[in-house]
């Protein structure tokens, strides 16, 4: 698979389906893994950097479950290739700097990806459609024990799996949600959901993970515990917040429904009518208005478009992937009205 | 010294920040320096508030120990890595555990591992058996003070101080 191939495929986990699928987008599970006698990244040589890169692949590809997939070696791409991916949630923003001796390698299915040499020497992630946390850990786990039995993991029994970084110590694991909350956002009782999240010690985070602010109505929220209870119980955990906010934002939009639906329908159709006609549009306004487009289709108010389209327009127009699609360096300026004339073809079509 | 936010807890986080050589502290409890972190992650830097954690875990005065111990298998000091909040390879954790112990159970609200472990040869989980019991009973006794029941968890911390207890008479 060469990198152009994702171009033209949706990620497994665009689908838009699995349970809950009105509320959760994807759920997604990472661990991090380093290897015993090898300094993490940060504190490597280059040499240790290329071993532990040539250690990883050559275990990765007697893995059953990553025969079929493709390993990038960052170096080798240029910067709208690296946005590009990352852009797909395939590895994160860190990535992209001082790329030497990182690579990721990624399934053809694209619901798993494994990024070696970020902040530790590896970190899986698997990725499912909908509200599915257990279905991902069997499956990285079933990765994570067939690495185990290639590569000599550093660990300790008192202190679990070592991570370059404190936080992630112990499990190793990072179990994150994508919520869309647009009920919970026009109500304004958000802050107050976000608040008793952070009280929880859970993290609410954007679109892009670390750093990022959450935009168009979409937050991530995962464990910052990682040390201390077991991989199902960090799950279950997550799980038991993710369902009261699920509850939460189902409420709202019937509240809603119940109380204002005419304005509702107004503001859900004219998005979808800008989004058809609009000439130039910026990726927030893009992702605002996507975001209520989205939120008709679930309440069955917009029909005659796929989830899965508009879940694909959410990736699609942003910037690396525009310029992939015109295969041209673009401006910002540029950008805009391609942008619009993409999203008109894929809605007006349909 | 009080929280610079909420003002009633006692301050056990300490950050500095130096912005073109003018140096701003802020002292935070625990709890608001929790719900600060996710802001502080942008603007601090998740190496500088664990470096504040890790400060504090110190015995006084015992600087010099922090810069001359190295970690002989990669070269890192405890003070590099209150510098750059990372640990420099696997066996830092054994050769600072007296340092990260505390600090783990700081960040984790517990300093003992209880998920999978790395497929290891049969000999190797028979021996870890007793330990899951222990950590079996450290488990259910966060679960218990997570549920507010306190008579409960009273009886699994003496359950728990008693095979500790045990446990250090043997190894004596």
Redesign the interface.
């Known amino acids: 698979m060469q990198i152009n191939d994702l171009i033209n495929h949706t990620s497994e986990w665009l689908k838009g389906t699995g349970p809950h699928s009105d509320v959760v987008i994807s759920s997604r599970i990472r661990l991090a893994r380093n290897l015993n006698k090898f300094p993490f990244p940060h504190w490597a040589t280059k040499a240790q950097l290329n071993a532990v890169l040539e250690k990883t692949s050559l275990a990765m590809e007697n893995v059953e479950l990553l025969k079929k997939s493709t390993l990038f070696v960052l170096a080798n791409l240029d910067s709208i290739d690296k946005q590009f991916l990352v852009e797909r949630h395939l590895m994160s923003i860190e990535h992209t700097q001082k790329t030497e001796q990182k690579a990721v390698l990624v399934n053809d299915d694209e619901n798993i990806a494994v990024m070696i040499n970020e902040e530790d020497h590896l970190r899986i992630q698997l990725m499912q459609s909908g509200f599915n946390l257990f279905e991902a850990w069997e499956i990285i786990n079933g990765i994570d024990d067939s690495l185990a039995k290639l590569l000599d993991y550093a660990y300790l029994d008192d202190f679990g799996y070592l991570t370059a970084c404190p936080t992630n110590t112990g499990t190793g694991m990072r179990g994150s949600v994508m919520l869309h909350l647009p009920a919970l956002v026009m109500s304004r009782q958000i802050e107050r959901v976000l608040a008793a999240i952070a009280k929880l010690s859970f993290t609410t985070r954007g679109l892009y993970g670390e750093g990022t602010q959450a935009s168009g109505n979409f937050f991530q929220i995962s464990n910052q515990v990682s040390l201390g209870h077991s991989e199902s119980e960090i799950i279950e955990n997550i799980n038991g917040l993710i369902r009261q906010i699920i509850e939460q934002e189902t409420q709202a939009r019937e509240i809603m429904l119940a109380k204002s639906k005419e304005v509702l329908e107004d503001r859900i159709n004219r998005s979808l009518g800008i989004l058809k006609s609009a000439r130039i549009i910026t990726s927030q306004e893009t992702t605002e208005l996507l975001s209520m487009v989205r939120l008709g289709s679930d309440l069955g108010m917009i029909k005659d478009i796929d989830r899965r389209i508009i879940n694909e327009l959410f990736i699609i127009t942003q910037p690396a992937h525009l310029q992939k699609l015109e295969n041209v360096k673009l401006t910002s300026a540029q950008r805009d009205l391609k942008r619009a004339e993409l999203i008109r073809k894929k809605l007006n079509l349909l | 010294m009080l929280c610079d936010v909420c003002g009633k807890n006692p301050a056990t986080v300490h950050l500095t920040e130096i912005i073109d050589e003018q140096m701003n502290e802020l002292h935070l409890c625990e709890s608001c320096a929790?719900?600060k972190s996710?802001a502080m992650?942008?603007q601090f830097g998740?190496s500088d508030l664990?470096a504040g954690m890790a400060d504090f875990e110190k015995p006084s005065s015992k600087e010099e120990e922090l810069v001359t111990t190295k970690c002989p298998?990669?070269g890192?000091t405890y003070a590099d890595f209150k510098k750059?909040?990372?640990?420099?390879?696997?066996?830092c954790?054994?050769v600072f555990r007296k340092y990260?112990a505390p600090?783990?159970k700081r960040?984790?609200?517990?300093?003992?591992?209880?998920?999978?472990?790395?497929?290891k040869p049969k000999v190797a989980v028979k021996l870890?058996k007793k330990?899951t019991d222990l950590s079996e009973l450290?488990?259910q006794l966060?679960k218990a003070i997570a549920a507010e029941a306190f008579e409960e968890a009273a009886r699994l911390r003496d359950q728990i101080k008693a095979i500790e207890a045990k446990k250090e008479n043997n190894a004596d």
């Open positions: 929790r719900h996710a992650e942008q998740l664990l298998s990669c890192l750059i909040g990372r640990l420099g390879c696997g066996e954790y054994n990260l600090l783990l960040i984790h609200g517990s300093n003992q591992h209880i998920g999978k472990n790395p497929v870890s330990k450290k488990n966060q």
